[in-house]
């Protein structure tokens, strides 16, 4: 679908409407934050369990005609398990996924402020994310949408740099001849004599 846009509309239009798409599903994410939780645990679930379908599908098939590959079968139990959870439990996705990665955070920040490097600033820094770690533990399911504003906010602002960045480059471009490419080159027809 990428493809067939790029081939349809200029490099500069591409990439406004690429930076349109980003600041729209930012804008969505962080207006929205449970809504947004909630709709990427159920496509990860229906896309886990249309991949644990085909690997099982898969194994099955080869049992009957070759020797089956052990992988598959194991995969694609681990994919629907997968995709039951998510379909079905979201919420509680959403709860353990923040306390896990707000674990990760706290760890991370022990070790880089008893680390013997960095400066003030790193381990001012440290002290920040090890508080963040900590209020996610605290209150995984806050932290989930808190994430998820985060994300949101990034994803707007990447968009709206990405769209102002290309009209200034547009507007900025030096307008070339019809006859010159946009490496400098002069486009010339050859004839056979």
Same mark, same amino acid.
């Given at each position: 679908?990428?493809?067939?846009?790029?081939?349809?509309?200029?490099? @500069? %239009?591409?990439?406004? #409407?690429? &930076?349109? +798409?980003?600041?729209? *599903?930012?804008?969505?994410? /962080? =207006?929205? !934050?449970?809504?947004?939780?909630?709709?990427?645990?159920?496509?990860?679930?229906?896309?886990?369990?249309?991949?644990?379908?085909?690997?099982?599908?898969?194994?099955?098939?080869?049992?009957?005609?070759?020797?089956? @590959? %052990?992988?598959?079968? #194991?995969? &694609?139990? +681990?994919?629907?398990? *997968?995709?039951?959870?998510? /379909? =079905?439990? !979201?919420?509680?996705?959403?709860?353990?996924?923040?306390?896990?990665?707000?674990?990760?955070?706290?760890?991370?920040?022990?070790?880089?402020?008893?680390?013997?490097?960095g400066c003030l600033f790193?381990?001012?820094?440290?002290?920040?994310?090890? #508080?963040? &770690?900590?209020?996610?533990?605290?209150?995984?399911?806050?932290?989930?949408?808190?994430?998820?504003?985060?994300?949101?906010?990034?994803?707007?602002?990447?968009?709206?740099?990405?769209?102002?960045?290309?009209?200034?480059?547009?507007?900025?471009?030096?307008?070339?001849?019809?006859?010159?490419?946009?490496?400098?080159?002069?486009?010339?027809?050859?004839?056979?004599?």
């Amino acid at each position: 679908m990428m493809k067939k846009l790029r081939k349809k509309f200029s490099d @500069n %239009i591409f990439n406004v #409407i690429i &930076g349109g +798409v980003f600041a729209i *599903v930012g804008l969505f994410v /962080l =207006l929205f !934050p449970d809504t947004s939780l909630m709709t990427v645990c159920y496509i990860l679930g229906t896309a886990c369990l249309i991949g644990g379908i085909i690997r099982t599908v898969r194994y099955v098939k080869d049992k009957k005609e070759s020797a089956p @590959n %052990i992988i598959d079968i #194991i995969s &694609g139990i +681990v994919l629907l398990a *997968v995709a039951f959870m998510l /379909l =079905l439990h !979201p919420k509680f996705l959403m709860s353990v996924l923040p306390f896990i990665i707000g674990i990760s955070v706290v760890v991370y920040a022990v070790s880089t402020f008893f680390s013997g490097k960095g400066c003030l600033f790193s381990k001012i820094f440290a002290g920040i994310i090890a #508080i963040y &770690g900590i209020s996610l533990v605290l209150n995984p399911f806050k932290g989930a949408t808190s994430i998820t504003s985060m994300v949101g906010f990034g994803l707007l602002v990447f968009g709206i740099v990405k769209i102002v960045s290309e009209i200034i480059i547009h507007k900025n471009k030096p307008q070339l001849p019809e006859d010159i490419d946009g490496d400098g080159y002069i486009e010339v027809d050859f004839k056979d004599i």
